[in-house]
């Protein structure tokens, strides 16, 4: 069975970094595309960033030179470094995976960003 596990939000200062991680059992990432996304109350989930299997990156313009996508293919783990972060990162973080005719979510981590 599919499962994508995440793990590192927190409660962190505005400037501070965060690295989150997603780790898969049941499916091999290395071959599937992975991404983050965010959902903050009363907000509609949306993109932060996206890698795939040939390693192609894509960022959320507003988090683009802050955030960083990354794998390891061997430990079966996808990361998002979050530097410079600010009060509006604030939200619950999404690990994704698609895979054909099917996408699954992970349950999602805190991240919240004081001032």
């Known amino acids: 069975q599919v499962r994508l596990v995440e793990s590192g939000g927190g409660s962190v200062q505005a400037g501070g970094s965060l690295r989150l991680s997603c780790a898969a059992s049941?499916?091999?990432?290395?071959?599937?595309?992975m991404g983050w996304y965010r959902q903050a109350p009363g907000k509609a989930r949306e993109l932060v960033a996206t890698i795939t299997s040939g390693q192609r990156t894509n960022y959320a313009d507003s988090v683009k030179g802050r955030f960083t996508i990354s794998r390891d293919n061997a430990k079966n783990t996808v990361y998002l470094q979050m530097n410079s972060l600010k009060p509006e990162d604030t939200a619950i973080y999404y690990c994704?995976?698609?895979?054909?005719?099917?996408?699954?979510w992970g349950q999602g981590t805190q991240v919240t960003v004081s001032s």
């Open positions: 994704n995976q698609k895979i054909p005719l099917r996408e699954y």
């Open positions: 049941g499916s091999v990432i290395s071959i599937t595309a």
